[in-house]
């Protein structure tokens, strides 16, 4: 390296520290620093080796949001540890939710409330979807970091849990309503936090993928959740207990608290905002369009939060009047013929998240999602308008082709958000409360027309959303297919380092990224 480039980085290094080294940051640890762009571009010359990056990750303290760490080259092998950790929380939110509608017929029968009142857990559940992200949640997660955001997510999870127990004791629906908000504002928590970590650990050209991967586990936590429930949990319980309830959140409340410990010891590594601007930047070389803009001018964000939002109101709307769907269009249908038919559209939904996984491997994530969108418009307009069986399978088949529709929102609405991008996915987790929205709408016109009628309501909320992967393929092909070629985090290229604070610098050394996903390149450092 030249002498003037060492003297670059002496300039560059002052006050605060980074893993035992100095950076020009350098704020008090757990102190929020608003990223500019100027804050990312100074510390580019100091971006740290990947040796560096592993060792922080071990590290329990929080650090500033406008430090880069150089977790943006994160490569495929660093990444694995991280993100199976991750998914394991994608498993139990689909858990959670998969024992939504089994809590809702279980207190109908126990309390005696009506469906109207049943819909409250699902209310509360959702509601706090729209208050956490924004709020405390987003706030966390830009302030303390992704590793605190989890530990805070599952502890606020694990006391929503703990008070179903006395909620049980007092038989009080409004308790397990009050204790089902708390539950959805601790998996709101985690979601703020661990969809945009997935989205983002990793080499950028593969996040559409490994989102897809880890919601694959939310669907066999959904699916799971009310077989268990069926054959386990409630199984040969009296009608008016409530007892196998209290049990099952009791053992649920003491698992989380114990992933709430390994969270703490993992070795986790810290991607904050300057971070994702530093990897933008790098993704330039690549065609990605990237353009420094404020937050207000993300246009494509809000469209995709939009979007989001209407497509979760419609999902959780088919999947709450599934059964009614059925007995409508197959009259004599008993409820346990109904449940099950349900669990067979929900194993579909699962199933075609590792299918949608597969396909993101050869084809264009854009180009999935558009295709995936675009069934599912045909297919609910069949439902609408077939009845009988035929009716039941095309409603069936609108689950599976919804399977990738909401990871893959997610990824391509935080392309080129850079700095912005913890705040933006605190948006788009934001707008999973558009299940709070939809099924209400939904049982208004069930109630004045009839179920099979009402599906138009979920048609309009999909064809909002199909307007979204429509854009993106007609304006901003090149830009997301820029990100396809780029190869940060495929070659690792560790710049020379600044030994002993201020010591001489050795020359980088050659790396490469496993080959879990295939490809690896080699450029000289």
């Given at each position: 390296?030249?002498?003037?480039?060492?003297?670059?980085?002496?300039?560059?290094?002052?006050?605060?520290?980074?893993?035992?080294?100095?950076?020009?940051?350098?704020?008090?640890?757990?102190?929020?620093?608003?990223?500019?762009?100027?804050?990312?571009?100074?510390?580019?010359?100091?971006?740290?080796?990947?040796?560096?990056?592993?060792?922080?990750?071990?590290?329990?303290?929080?650090?500033?949001?406008?430090?880069?760490?150089g977790a943006s080259q994160i490569t495929v092998r660093q990444s694995?540890?991280?993100?199976?950790?991750?998914?394991?929380?994608?498993?139990?939110?689909?858990?959670?939710?998969?024992?939504?509608?089994?809590?809702?017929?279980?207190?109908?029968?126990?309390?005696?409330?009506?469906?109207?009142?049943?819909?409250?857990?699902?209310?509360?559940?959702?509601?706090?979807?729209?208050?956490?992200?924004?709020?405390?949640?987003?706030?966390?997660?830009?302030?303390?970091?992704?590793?605190?955001?989890?530990?805070?997510?599952?502890?606020?999870?694990?006391?929503?849990?703990?008070?179903?127990?006395?909620?049980?004791?007092?038989?009080?629906?409004?308790?397990?309503?009050?204790?089902?908000?708390?539950?959805?504002?601790?998996?709101?928590?985690?979601?703020?936090?661990?969809?945009?970590?997935?989205?983002?650990?990793?080499?950028?050209?593969?996040?559409?993928?490994?989102?897809?991967?880890?919601?694959?586990?939310?669907?066999?936590?959904?699916?799971?959740?009310?077989?268990?429930?069926?054959?386990?949990?409630?199984?040969?319980?009296?009608?008016?207990?409530?007892?196998?309830?209290?049990?099952?959140?009791?053992?649920?409340?003491?698992?989380?608290?114990?992933?709430?410990?390994?969270?703490?010891?993992?070795?986790?590594?810290?991607?904050?905002?300057?971070?994702?601007?530093?990897?933008?930047?790098?993704?330039?070389?690549?065609?990605?369009?990237?353009?420094?803009?404020?937050?207000?001018?993300?246009?494509?964000?809000?469209?995709?939060?939009?979007?989001?939002?209407?497509?979760?109101?419609?999902?959780?709307?088919?999947?709450?009047?599934?059964?009614?769907?059925?007995?409508?269009?197959?009259?004599?249908?008993?409820?346990?013929?109904?449940?099950?038919?349900?669990?067979?559209?929900?194993?579909?939904?699962?199933?075609?998240?590792?299918?949608?996984?597969?396909?993101?491997?050869?084809?264009?994530?854009?180009?999935?999602?558009?295709?995936?969108?675009?069934?599912?418009?045909?297919?609910?307009?069949?439902?609408?308008?077939?009845?009988?069986?035929?009716?039941?399978?095309?409603?069936?088949?609108?689950?599976?082709?919804?399977?990738?529709?909401?990871?893959?929102?997610?990824?391509?609405?935080?392309?080129?958000?850079?700095?912005?991008?913890?705040?933006?996915?605190?948006?788009?987790?934001?707008?999973?409360?558009?299940?709070?929205?939809?099924p209400p709408v939904l049982g208004v016109v069930a109630d004045a027309?009839?179920?099979?009628?009402?599906?138009?309501?979920?048609?309009?909320?999909?064809?909002?959303?199909?307007?979204?992967?429509?854009?993106?393929?007609?304006?901003?092909?090149?830009?997301?297919?820029?990100?396809?070629?780029?190869?940060?985090?495929?070659?690792?290229?560790?710049?020379?380092?600044?030994?002993?604070?201020?010591?001489?610098?050795?020359?980088?050394?050659?790396?490469?990224?496993?080959?879990?996903?295939?490809?690896?390149?080699?450029?000289?450092?």
């Amino acid at each position: 390296m030249s002498q003037s480039g060492v003297s670059a980085r002496k300039d560059s290094i002052k006050v605060g520290s980074y893993g035992g080294r100095d950076d020009r940051l350098g704020s008090i640890v757990g102190m929020e620093t608003e990223t500019t762009p100027d804050n990312a571009h100074e510390q580019v010359p100091r971006r740290p080796s990947v040796a560096e990056v592993e060792a922080q990750a071990h590290r329990k303290k929080s650090i500033s949001n406008g430090a880069v760490t150089g977790a943006s080259q994160i490569t495929v092998r660093q990444s694995i540890f991280p993100i199976c950790l991750v998914t394991t929380l994608f498993f139990l939110w689909g858990f959670a939710y998969g024992l939504l509608d089994v809590l809702n017929s279980h207190f109908q029968t126990t309390l005696g409330v009506t469906k109207a009142q049943g819909a409250g857990l699902s209310g509360a559940y959702f509601g706090a979807y729209f208050l956490a992200p924004l709020t405390y949640a987003g706030w966390i997660v830009r302030r303390y970091g992704y590793r605190w955001t989890f530990i805070t997510g599952l502890c606020i999870f694990g006391v929503g849990s703990l008070m179903f127990w006395p909620s049980g004791v007092k038989r009080s629906f409004g308790g397990f309503v009050g204790s089902m908000f708390i539950v959805g504002s601790g998996l709101s928590t985690l979601e703020t936090s661990a969809n945009p970590y997935i989205a983002t650990c990793g080499p950028p050209r593969y996040s559409d993928l490994r989102l897809n991967l880890s919601q694959s586990f939310q669907a066999i936590g959904s699916v799971v959740a009310p077989l268990l429930a069926a054959q386990v949990f409630f199984k040969n319980v009296n009608d008016t207990s409530l007892t196998s309830v209290q049990y099952t959140y009791l053992a649920v409340a003491c698992f989380v608290f114990l992933l709430a410990v390994v969270f703490y010891f993992a070795p986790i590594p810290e991607i904050t905002d300057s971070d994702m601007a530093d990897g933008e930047e790098m993704g330039r070389d690549f065609d990605t369009g990237y353009v420094e803009k404020p937050l207000h001018k993300q246009y494509v964000l809000f469209w995709g939060v939009l979007a989001q939002f209407c497509y979760v109101g419609s999902q959780v709307a088919i999947a709450n009047f599934f059964i009614n769907y059925v007995q409508q269009v197959r009259p004599g249908t008993s409820q346990s013929t109904g449940s099950n038919l349900l669990a067979v559209a929900q194993s579909l939904f699962a199933i075609g998240r590792f299918f949608s996984s597969l396909c993101m491997r050869y084809l264009k994530p854009r180009h999935v999602l558009w295709l995936f969108m675009s069934m599912i418009l045909v297919f609910i307009s069949c439902a609408i308008g077939v009845r009988g069986n035929g009716g039941i399978a095309t409603l069936s088949l609108v689950l599976f082709f919804e399977s990738c529709i909401y990871p893959t929102i997610f990824t391509l609405s935080l392309r080129g958000l850079g700095r912005h991008t913890k705040r933006g996915a605190s948006f788009i987790v934001s707008s999973v409360s558009g299940g709070a929205v939809f099924p209400p709408v939904l049982g208004v016109v069930a109630d004045a027309r009839n179920t099979q009628i009402a599906m138009c309501i979920p048609l309009i909320g999909f064809v909002v959303s199909w307007s979204f992967p429509l854009y993106l393929n007609l304006f901003k092909a090149t830009e997301l297919d820029g990100y396809l070629k780029s190869k940060v985090g495929i070659v690792v290229a560790e710049d020379a380092s600044v030994e002993s604070g201020l010591g001489a610098s050795s020359e980088g050394s050659e790396k490469t990224s496993g080959g879990t996903f295939g490809e690896v390149f080699h450029k000289e450092g």
